[in-house]
Nanobody
Framework: QVQLVESGGGLVQPGGSLRLSCAASRSIFNIYTMNWYRQAPGKQRELVATITPGGRTNYADSGQGRFTISRDNAKNTVYLQMNSLKPEDTAAYYC?????????WGQGTQVTVSS
């Protein structure tokens, strides 16, 4: 089992920044692909950013150039740095750890972008 705990969400003005954190209960980054998803009210959950065990990153078009996913192996923590935030970024953000036959989710952290 793997527990994932997100933190760092909150209320921010348009144009502002937030850094989300996802702490894993044990060392998994050499096996699991780590993903950030988000889900806005009334919408489907969507993939925002990915980092593979090899360190390759990928981003949805919505966050390209504004979001950065990274990880600290020593802290078992994945981050999502979000800059130039827009009201349409408002959503619950979820951390996900994925590997063949295994899929774990955090409880989510709310991000609200509003003036």
């Amino acid at each position: 089992q793997v527990q994932l705990v997100e933190s760092g969400g909150g209320l921010v003005q348009p144009g502002g920044s937030l850094r989300l954190s996802c702490a894993a209960s044990r060392s998994i980054f050499n096996i699991y692909t780590m993903n950030w998803y988000r889900q806005a009210p009334g919408k489907q959950r969507e993939l925002v950013a990915t980092i593979t065990p090899g360190g390759r990153t990928n981003y949805a078009d919505s966050g390209q150039g504004r979001f950065t996913i990274s990880r600290d192996n020593a802290k078992n923590t994945v981050y999502l740095q979000m800059n130039s935030l827009k009201p349409e970024d408002t959503a619950a953000y979820y951390c996900n750890a994925a590997a063949p036959y295994y899929n774990y989710w955090g409880q989510g952290t709310q991000v609200t972008v509003s003036s």
